[in-house]
């Protein structure tokens, strides 16, 4: 590979790339000032934070992927009831969001937005996502 080739992101997870493009754009915190509101410097502080950190870009990931999926079920049960079928898994993901199972929660609201995606192919009057 060339030295300065761009290379394609890489997904951890099974969501829709658009969806979280505003997400790895933010502005995160760093340190302690995220749980402290303190700054702590050196290498200690940065093994002791990215935990946290990475955490709580899931936490975020989970939050707009659950709230996206939950407005969309919303608008669109009424219109065509077939995709209440959904919404236990929106339940689990929920569950599991509350249980701080972050990583859990964005396989599961991933598979759901799966089966919105193929539901959009084969009815093409739903909603956009």
């Known amino acids: ?18 969806m979280l493009a505003p997400m790895m754009t933010a502005p995160m915190m760093t340190g302690q000032t995220m749980m402290t509101g ?3 410097n050196g290498p200690a502080a940065s093994a002791r934070t990215a935990p ?3 955490t709580e870009a899931m936490r ?3 939050a707009a992927l ?8 919303e608008a669109t049960v009424t219109v065509v009831p077939q995709v209440a ?11 599991q969001y509350e249980a701080q199972q972050y990583d859990a929660c964005l396989a599961q609201t991933g598979a759901v937005i799966t089966a919105i995606r193929q539901l959009q192919w084969s009815v093409p009057t739903l909603p956009p996502l």
């Open 66 to 73: 659950l709230q996206r999926c939950y407005r969309w079920l």
């Open 85 to 95: 079928g959904l919404v236990p898994a929106l339940v689990t993901a929920v569950a």
């Open 38 to 40: 303190q700054t702590m």
């Open 60 to 62: 975020q990931q989970s």
């Open 1 to 18: 590979m060339r030295s300065g080739a761009e290379t394609a992101p890489v997904s951890f997870y099974p969501t829709d790339a658009a």
């Open 52 to 54: 946290a950190v990475a």
